[in-house]
């Protein structure tokens, strides 16, 4: 028994602290750009800790990243303290002392324009991202770009530089860029305004953030602040830099307001070490309605080839304007889209790109491309002035489709609200030099919802059914009629079989307004379908069904979170089941799932779940044999344990459920309540699933029927087996408060094989380096632990190849 202890507080410590050194593994070199063969790309990691990390089940990506990283490797791999390590696509020459991984995938990294090398840790949390620009340091073939400061940001250009050393490299040792910290050293890292376009005369912010580079605590220093106006120098004032610490930065916020003009705003710290201690900031301050009316209205992002990145303009304007000089920059980096006059007239569309694609209206080459990213950028447009013309500011979650395209919503709203960005719905994937196919028409009135007063209408009782119309269009709309019908063929659109009810008028509707219709209704208990159409041709929004729940209220239904998805293989795919405990129907419109972060809304629809029915919510469409909903606002459910509240349309909290897991709980596993009686709200309430597809959605949970008391049963069909025609199925029985340990040893006691907590799974009489296990009889060892009390039971397994 002893023997079995040891092995689990060796593989327990091993996890606390690869989890505590994660951040302290930094991309310290690239190689991107090797002459000859594009084997001989590699990159190197440098622990920068104090503590040994084992890199087994680490991951990385290039720019190409959309949610499936490439493993670095599988197997035991420790950097110890202050080491490197290369990861290359071959074996390549090296110092003998040079520590290569070589990985069984390899992403081909480019070798100009721009590429990312991306690292994660083996639950797929990002440790470290680069970003390098081919163009912005130019190295060249068999020159590598090494980090300056192995502390600083991997994102920041200035961060990196191309390699001096003789070799080209200098794999495995220290970079020959690399900079030494001084005790002292305060960088002035962001200036910024806010607002960004100040009208005249209006008080704005200027905001400033030092940082310490040394490596004692700063005190004593000042930062000032001015602005220049032709020749004319003023003073801003100044603040006291006070005891900033290693590592560390503080913000500073000054207040001023210019009339008209152009000026250069210069912030500095009287601090002389390095190069750091001033940044510039140029501003134009216009009057009110000068401001070009260009705007960005799509962005292609994520294109098949990464190299066909393009953005659209458009003159939302009534006056041509000459974009020459104009810049299109992202955080990391600038570009000119051309010094050559280019006109953009009134409703015309332009295009630029860095490589030449073939497009319907003018396309702009821009030379100096900003890359955008995969998971989310932003984008600024400025003329020749450097005054900020419009703005993009795009998020992504989940997966994302290459060669779809983010369309603005609304042209006259801002671009830098991620809300009015949407994913094109064209079938081509985008529109570039026409309309975009989200767009809102000029004219346009949509059926937004319909609720009932009461919520749940008692049988034979009068109740108002309320028809919500909105002007979804961004023009105002004269009066429309709404008419609502019994959905007598039950297809839950307007058809001539369904029964009229009866008609209303809305108001005049202004853009983005909405009104109700309003209808007196009085029906038995059922299930009421029902469909309202209002009379308008434009779009597919002119109708909505909604079943009302007509219900004795003497039948009461009960819903409860029954099983939880909160670590899936996607981490987009993770789902809710709701299960009816009760013996009446139950209307979740209007619910709400909440966490400790938020609350989110389920669904307006009317939603009604029968008594013994489930039903999922999910963020993502994901197949289910059960009703789905699909939430567009998503709790992200922790992997380390959560908290969730079901809340009905008053704000009544409905259940609760509270999980905790470890680092070992596997992914696609979820979490399920022992019984439909247990108290959610009680984390011993939950277990893994021990369904061999590692959930039960729809259908009754595994542990339901999982035996009770400490009986513990374990199966192993076929024993014995011959592992070159099958594998042998381990399943295990134990109550649903105990934590199950499965291992496999030899006679003489050695491990062989190490399944971890898991109650169904398949031995292929391998042990774990993958190689296969001579013939003859094994032990399976099932640890069990139950409020800190660990019992052993053993049950035979037999090898027997080529004898059955």
């Given at each position: 028994?002893?023997v079995?202890?040891?092995?689990?507080?060796?593989?327990?410590?091993?996890?606390?602290?690869?989890?505590?050194?994660?951040?302290q593994?930094?991309?310290?070199?690239?190689?991107?750009?090797?002459s000859?063969s594009?084997?001989?790309?590699?990159?190197?990691?440098?622990?920068?800790?104090?503590?040994d990390?084992?890199?087994?089940g680490?991951l990385?990506?290039?720019?190409?990243?959309s949610?499936?990283?490439?493993p670095?490797?599988?197997?035991?791999?420790?950097?110890?303290?202050?080491?490197?390590?290369?990861?290359?696509?071959?074996?390549w020459?090296t110092?003998?002392?040079?520590?290569?991984i070589?990985?069984?995938?390899w992403?081909?990294?480019?070798?100009?324009?721009?590429?990312?090398?991306?690292?994660?840790?083996p639950?797929t949390?990002?440790?470290?991202?680069?970003?390098?620009?081919?163009?912005?340091?130019?190295c060249?073939?068999?020159?590598?770009l090494?980090?300056?400061?192995?502390?600083?940001?991997?994102?920041?250009?200035?961060?990196?530089?191309?390699?001096?050393?003789?070799?080209?490299?200098?794999?495995?040792?220290?970079?020959?860029?690399?900079?030494?910290?001084?005790?002292?050293?305060?960088?002035?890292?962001?200036?910024?305004?806010?607002?960004e376009?100040?009208?005249?005369?209006e008080?704005f912010?200027?905001?400033v953030?030092?940082?310490?580079?040394?490596?004692?605590?700063a005190?004593?220093?000042?930062l000032?602040?001015?602005?220049?106006?032709?020749?004319?120098?003023?003073d801003?004032g100044?603040?006291?830099?006070?005891?900033i610490?290693?590592?560390?930065?503080?913000?500073?916020?000054?207040?001023?307001?210019l009339?008209?003009?152009t000026?250069?705003?210069?912030?500095?710290?009287?601090?002389?070490?390095g190069?750091?201690?001033?940044?510039?900031y140029?501003?134009?301050?216009?009057?009110?309605?000068a401001?070009?009316?260009?705007?960005?209205?799509?962005?292609?992002?994520?294109?098949?080839?990464?190299?066909k990145?393009?953005?659209?303009?458009?003159n939302?304007?009534?006056?041509?304007?000459?974009?020459?000089?104009?810049?299109?920059?992202?955080?990391?980096?600038?570009?000119?889209?051309?010094?050559?006059?280019?006109?953009?007239?009134?409703?015309?569309?332009?295009?630029?790109?860095?490589?030449d694609?073939?497009?319907?209206?003018?396309?702009?080459?821009?030379?100096?491309?900003?890359?955008?990213?995969?998971d989310?950028?932003?984008?600024?447009?400025?003329?020749?002035?450097?005054?900020?013309?419009?703005?993009?500011?795009?998020?992504?979650?989940g997966?994302?489709?290459?060669?779809?395209?983010?369309?603005?919503?609304?042209?006259?709203l801002?671009?830098?609200?991620?809300?009015?960005w949407?994913?094109?719905?064209?079938?081509?994937?985008?529109?570039?030099?026409?309309?975009?196919?989200?767009a809102?028409?000029?004219?346009?009135?949509?059926?937004?919802?319909?609720?009932?007063?009461?919520?749940?209408?008692?049988?034979?009782?009068?109740?108002?059914l309320?028809?919500?119309?909105?002007?979804?269009?961004l023009?105002?709309?004269?009066?429309?009629?709404?008419?609502?019908?019994?959905?007598?063929?039950?297809?839950?659109?307007?058809?001539?079989a369904?029964?009229l009810?009866?008609?209303g008028?809305?108001?005049e509707?202004?853009?983005?307004?909405?009104?109700?219709?309003?209808?007196?209704?009085?029906?038995?208990?059922?299930?009421?379908?029902?469909?309202?159409?209002?009379?308008?041709?434009a779009?597919?929004?002119?109708?909505?069904?909604?079943?009302?729940?007509?219900?004795?209220?003497t039948?009461?239904?009960r819903?409860?979170?029954?099983?939880?998805?909160?670590?899936?293989?996607?981490s987009?795919?993770?789902?809710?089941?709701?299960?009816?405990?009760?013996?009446?129907?139950?209307?979740?419109a209007?619910?709400?799932?909440?966490?400790?972060?938020?609350?989110?809304?389920?669904?307006?629809?009317?939603?009604?779940?029968a008594?013994?029915?489930?039903?999922?919510?999910?963020?993502?469409?994901?197949?289910?044999?059960?009703?789905?909903?699909?939430?567009?606002?998503?709790?992200?459910?922790?992997?380390?344990?959560?908290?969730l509240?079901?809340?009905?349309?008053?704000?009544?909290?409905?259940?609760?459920?509270?999980?905790?897991?470890?680092?070992?709980?596997d992914?696609g596993v979820?979490?399920?309540?022992t019984s439909?009686?247990a108290d959610?709200?009680?984390?011993?309430s939950?277990?893994?699933?021990?369904?061999?597809?590692g959930?039960?959605p729809?259908?009754?949970?595994?542990?339901?029927?999982?035996?009770?008391?400490?009986?513990?049963?374990?199966?192993?069909?076929?024993?014995?087996?011959?592992?070159?025609?099958?594998?042998?199925?381990?399943?295990?029985?134990?109550p649903?408060?105990?934590?199950?340990?499965?291992?496999?040893?030899?006679?003489?006691g050695?491990?062989?094989?190490?399944f971890?907590?898991?109650?169904?799974?398949?031995?292929?009489?391998?042990?774990e380096?993958?190689?296969?296990?001579?013939?003859?009889?094994?032990?399976?060892?099932?640890?069990?632990?139950?409020?800190?009390?660990?019992?052993?039971?053993?049950f035979?397994?037999?090898?027997a190849?080529?004898?059955?």
């Amino acid at each position: 028994m002893e023997v079995f202890m040891r092995s689990v507080i060796i593989i327990l410590t091993a996890v606390a602290v690869s989890v505590v050194a994660y951040a302290q593994i930094v991309v310290n070199e690239v190689m991107f750009n090797p002459s000859g063969s594009p084997e001989n790309e590699w990159f190197e990691l440098y622990n920068v800790s104090d503590s040994d990390v084992d890199l087994s089940g680490w991951l990385w990506s290039d720019s190409s990243y959309s949610g499936s990283p490439t493993p670095i490797t599988e197997d035991e791999h420790i950097i110890s303290a202050g080491g490197y390590v290369i990861v290359s696509k071959e074996a390549w020459g090296t110092p003998p002392s040079c520590d290569v991984i070589i990985p069984s995938t390899w992403r081909s990294l480019n070798n100009s324009g721009y590429d990312e090398v991306i690292v994660f840790s083996p639950d797929t949390e990002i440790v470290e991202k680069v970003i390098y620009v081919e163009s912005e340091h130019g190295c060249g073939e068999d020159i590598s770009l090494e980090r300056i400061d192995p502390f600083g940001s991997s994102t920041d250009q200035s961060n990196w530089g191309c390699c001096d050393d003789p070799s080209g490299n200098t794999a495995c040792g220290e970079n020959s860029i690399h900079s030494e910290p001084v005790p002292i050293d305060l960088a002035i890292t962001s200036l910024t305004i806010d607002p960004e376009n100040p009208e005249p005369d209006e008080l704005f912010s200027i905001l400033v953030d030092v940082r310490n580079n040394g490596t004692e605590t700063a005190t004593g220093f000042n930062l000032y602040v001015k602005y220049v106006s032709g020749s004319d120098t003023t003073d801003v004032g100044s603040e006291p830099l006070e005891d900033i610490s290693s590592g560390t930065s503080v913000g500073k916020e000054f207040s001023l307001s210019l009339s008209a003009g152009t000026y250069t705003i210069i912030a500095e710290v009287d601090d002389t070490v390095g190069s750091n201690n001033t940044q510039t900031y140029s501003l134009t301050i216009v009057e009110p309605g000068a401001v070009p009316q260009i705007r960005i209205s799509e962005i292609m992002f994520k294109p098949a080839e990464s190299s066909k990145e393009w953005i659209e303009l458009f003159n939302a304007g009534t006056t041509d304007v000459d974009i020459a000089n104009w810049t299109i920059a992202d955080p990391a980096y600038s570009g000119t889209i051309t010094s050559e006059t280019m006109i953009i007239s009134p409703g015309d569309y332009i295009i630029i790109t860095e490589f030449d694609t073939t497009f319907s209206c003018t396309t702009i080459l821009c030379d100096g491309w900003p890359y955008l990213n995969n998971d989310g950028d932003s984008i600024f447009l400025r003329d020749g002035s450097g005054l900020l013309v419009d703005q993009c500011v795009y998020e992504v979650s989940g997966t994302w489709d290459s060669d779809v395209s983010y369309e603005r919503y609304n042209i006259m709203l801002s671009g830098a609200d991620p809300s009015n960005w949407l994913g094109c719905e064209d079938e081509a994937g985008s529109t570039p030099c026409a309309p975009n196919s989200v767009a809102p028409l000029d004219y346009d009135v949509a059926i937004s919802n319909i609720t009932t007063d009461p919520q749940n209408p008692l049988p034979e009782q009068d109740f108002t059914l309320n028809v919500w119309v909105k002007n979804v269009g961004l023009f105002d709309v004269p009066p429309k009629n709404v008419s609502l019908y019994l959905d007598m063929d039950e297809n839950e659109i307007y058809s001539s079989a369904d029964s009229l009810i009866g008609s209303g008028t809305t108001s005049e509707l202004a853009a983005g307004e909405s009104t109700s219709v309003d209808f007196v209704l009085n029906f038995p208990a059922g299930l009421v379908k029902l469909v309202a159409v209002v009379d308008d041709t434009a779009g597919d929004n002119n109708e909505y069904y909604r079943t009302v729940v007509v219900a004795d209220s003497t039948a009461q239904g009960r819903i409860i979170i029954t099983e939880i998805m909160f670590k899936p293989e996607v981490s987009s795919e993770e789902w809710i089941e709701l299960y009816n405990d009760g013996d009446g129907i139950v209307d979740i419109a209007n619910w709400t799932i909440a966490d400790p972060s938020g609350e989110y809304t389920i669904t307006t629809s009317s939603t009604p779940i029968a008594p013994g029915d489930y039903l999922i919510i999910a963020e993502f469409d994901t197949n289910f044999s059960c009703n789905t909903i699909y939430c567009s606002d998503w709790p992200w459910l922790n992997n380390s344990g959560d908290s969730l509240w079901l809340r009905d349309g008053d704000g009544n909290v409905v259940d609760q459920a509270a999980y905790e897991a470890g680092d070992d709980w596997d992914y696609g596993v979820s979490a399920e309540i022992t019984s439909p009686s247990a108290d959610g709200a009680v984390v011993s309430s939950w277990g893994a699933s021990r369904s061999a597809d590692g959930s039960t959605p729809c259908e009754d949970n595994s542990l339901w029927s999982m035996p009770q008391g400490e009986k513990l049963s374990v199966n192993i069909e076929p024993n014995p087996f011959d592992p070159q025609l099958e594998n042998a199925e381990i399943i295990v029985g134990a109550p649903a408060d105990v934590d199950v340990q499965v291992h496999i040893y030899d006679l003489r006691g050695k491990l062989i094989k190490d399944f971890g907590s898991v109650f169904s799974t398949t031995w292929d009489g391998k042990d774990e380096y993958g190689n296969d296990v001579p013939t003859g009889a094994y032990i399976l060892v099932v640890q069990t632990e139950k409020d800190g009390k660990k019992e052993y039971k053993k049950f035979p397994v037999a090898v027997a190849r080529g004898m059955r």
